[in-house]
């Protein structure tokens, strides 16, 4: 009896070994939204400008200013720090440049067309002080060449 009690029981540690290795890894799975208004801070979005004509990439991992006639400069993203209706991104660029990007989750107009933008962004670029607007990187592209347009993402962030 002792026998058969104990080829089960090594038949069921061994069952439990193999039913381990067979589970795949876990997969990272996508952050969770971090929402600011209708921007999710988690997804590429772009902030822009004009007077002087200006732009910021953000994604998850970087930071890209580009200007026109200005040396593009770039840096880590370091997380945005969120509080109520605002986020704030701060880091120094590969130039030496303290950035400051705030953004909030307040309708804006970037004054030269009828797009209405969900965040009105605000950067501090050295002593420069540049104002203007933001969307996720899908809104924009799904709204692009729309006069008039409220500019929010129409289809689901895919994970």
Partial sequence: MR???????????????????????????????????????NQ???????????????????????????????????????QGTTATYTATTDKGNALEITLTATDCSDGMSDRVYPVTARVRLGEETLLGCAASVMALSEHEGQEGARIVETKPVQP
């Fill in 44 to 82: 590429p979005f772009h902030a822009l400008g004009t007077e002087p004509f200006w732009g910021i990439q953000v994604t998850r991992e970087n930071i890209v200013y580009e200007g026109v006639d200005r040396a593009q400069q770039r840096t880590r993203n370091p997380g945005a720090v969120i």
């Fill in 3 to 41: 026998l058969i009690l104990s080829a089960f029981a090594t038949l069921a540690l061994l069952s439990a070994c193999s039913a381990a290795e067979e589970t795949p890894p876990p997969v990272d799975a996508p952050p969770a939204p971090m929402m600011l208004g209708e921007l999710d801070l």
